[in-house]
């Protein structure tokens, strides 16, 4: 069972895709995939660096992400040029993991952004993790101490809260208490592998 992960950012999608793994899913994360294809000493990395410049470096010759993040959001034209780089050396990683994954394991594909590359075909289920957009930005604004213009910025970057609702098989609503999560997370799951 091939299932794809998504939700806009700060909906919780990282605390679900846990939930997932408690249960006995295979989570294969293209966020953490995305940092490994980019390592020092990767072609992504040395592909980045020809397309956007040496200053997305750090001084250790790490991918320096808050930089590199200032370029492209709010960019389309750089965030696309970049997806372009990451996105294939992502799936082809996320194709071996999965390939060495146990025979009938629901193997959960974690990808952020999922409705927007258009991979909703790819998958036997799709989970779309959902708050409200207000949400999302008091969340930034809180847990990770952005502006709300900041914050705005990295909501519009991503597909609407409706584009993503339409390619979900299962709708999670991450609004109330974590009991309440982990509650809809089983049933989803018992869905999946029933």
């Not at 470096?57 to 492209?72: K, Q, T, Y």
């Given at each position: 069972m091939r299932v794809g992960l998504t939700g806009g950012v700060a909906s919780g999608k990282s605390t679900v895709a846990a939930l997932l793994a408690e249960l006995g899913a295979v989570v294969i994360d293209a966020d953490k995939?995305?940092?490994?294809?980019?390592?020092?000493?990767?072609?992504?990395?040395r592909r980045v660096v020809e397309?956007?410049?040496?200053?997305?470096?750090?001084?250790?010759?790490?991918?320096?992400?808050?930089?590199?993040?200032?370029?492209?959001?709010?960019?389309?034209?750089?965030?696309?040029?970049?997806?372009?780089?990451?996105?294939?050396?992502?799936?082809?990683?996320?194709?071996?993991?999965?390939?060495?994954?146990?025979?009938?394991?629901?193997?959960?594909?974690?990808?952020?952004?999922?409705?927007?590359?258009?991979?909703?075909?790819?998958f036997d289920a799709v989970l779309v993790v959902d708050v409200p957009v207000r949400t999302q930005i008091d969340r930034m604004v809180?847990?990770?101490?952005?502006?709300?213009?900041?914050?705005?910025?990295?909501?519009?970057?991503?597909?609407?809260?409706d584009q993503r609702l339409s390619v979900a098989t299962y709708a999670i609503d991450n609004t109330g208490r974590l009991e309440d999560l982990r509650e809809r997370v089983t049933e989803v799951f018992e869905k999946l592998t029933g």
């Open positions: 995939l995305a940092r490994e294809v980019v390592a020092p000493g990767t072609d992504g990395l397309e956007f410049g040496a200053d997305v470096l750090a001084a250790d010759g790490s991918l320096d992400r808050p930089a590199l993040g200032a370029i492209v959001f709010g960019d389309e034209p750089a965030r696309r040029r970049l997806e372009a780089i990451i996105h294939p050396l992502v799936r082809a990683r996320a194709r071996e993991l999965e390939a060495a994954a146990p025979q009938g394991a629901v193997v959960v594909h974690d990808i952020p952004l999922l409705a927007e590359t258009g991979q909703a075909d790819r809180e847990l990770r101490a952005m502006t709300p213009e900041e914050a705005e910025a990295r909501v519009a970057a991503q597909a609407t809260r």
